[in-house]
């Protein structure tokens, strides 16, 4: 199996050795348009396979495509970040072109590759996608979900002094801080809702630090955060590659499911060979379906920046 991440920058590189790590593939490529930036990383990575103790070929390339035929699994991570003075349309219309050229190269050499967007703003990057790509909906997955969600159980494990590994909970909603919903009140501790170890008052202390999660550590180390979301997409992988049936919020294609039409956006799914393969639908309280719906609203405001390109 190869296994293609197409951007070798921090998040990039991270998810390719995570990949590396976990054994995932025969071989991952690592892509970059800078020219020896992938090599040098790859061959770094490569060097540490007699150090952690895997097998896993990985190969770098500058922008040529050819390289990644036949992967089964494709990592779009391409992009740039908001800089000062750019306007969100702007952001988009720069973002969406590499993500489209990123995609249609790809599906050159590997037209059955299962594509998981990881760019941003994500959900209109997973929007475009499946717009343009004609793929089936299935084989298109926006990766923030999973990012969300392990920031919220770290949050909730620091507020009750606890393993993280024992708590279960999910950030549905748009991949932003202001369209995620983190939701407490599904939240558990082994089964048990958290609701029954912290006040209403300290839950919601918890979902705002998650929602700003991403932006908090910008401010922490001057640049986007790369560890956990590059841990994130191998998770993701993980469960397409080993078939393992994991339920992870995603970012998928919308027809009808949570009232929502024709829009990408995190919804519980669950993640297997093929993909997503169903879309798990949730007992959301009236004020929980009113934030969706808000959240949609502002994906939806975003997508229609599209049109206009």
């Not at 923030?144 to 999910?170: C, W």
């Not at 949609?296 to 405001?301: G, N, Q």
Request: glycine share 10%.
């Amino acid at each position: 199996m190869k296994i293609t991440v197409v951007g070798a920058g921090a998040v990039g590189a991270t998810c390719a050795d995570n990949i590396a790590r976990r054994q995932l593939a025969q071989e991952v490529v690592l892509l970059d348009i800078k020219e020896g930036l992938s090599e040098g990383k790859a061959l770094d990575m490569f060097q540490t396979a007699t150090l952690n103790g895997f097998d896993t070929k990985i190969t770098g390339s500058t922008n040529d495509y050819e390289k990644t035929k036949g992967s089964e699994v494709v990592v779009i991570t391409s992009g740039i970040p908001r800089k000062p003075g750019m306007t969100r349309e702007e952001l988009i219309g720069i973002n969406a072109g590499i993500v489209k050229g990123v995609a249609e190269n790809i599906l050159k050499y590997s037209p059955k590759a299962i594509i998981i967007i990881v760019s941003n703003p994500m959900d209109t990057m997973t929007y475009l996608a499946f717009k343009e790509l004609g793929l089936p909906k299935k084989r298109i997955i926006g990766m923030g979900g999973i990012l969300d969600s392990a920031r919220f159980k770290t949050y909730l494990s620091m507020a009750m002094n606890v393993s993280p590994n024992d708590l279960h909970g999910m950030v549905i909603g748009g991949h932003g801080d202001t369209t995620m919903i983190p939701l407490t009140r599904l939240a558990t501790y082994n089964g048990i809702p958290v609701s029954r170890f912290l006040s209403e008052e300290k839950l919601q202390q918890v979902a705002a630090d998650t929602m700003v999660g991403g932006a908090t550590l910008t401010k922490l180390i001057g640049t986007s955060a790369w560890y956990a979301p590059g841990a994130a997409v191998a998770t993701l992988v993980e469960s397409i590659v080993r078939d393992q049936k994991r339920i992870f919020p995603c970012s998928v294609y919308l027809n009808g499911e949570y009232g929502q039409k024709d829009i990408c956006l995190g919804v519980p799914v669950v993640i297997g060979a093929g993909g997503w393969e169903k879309i798990i639908s949730l007992r959301l309280s009236e004020a929980e379906k009113a934030t969706f719906a808000k959240s949609a609203d502002a994906v939806r405001t975003m997508n229609n920046v599209l049109s206009t390109m």
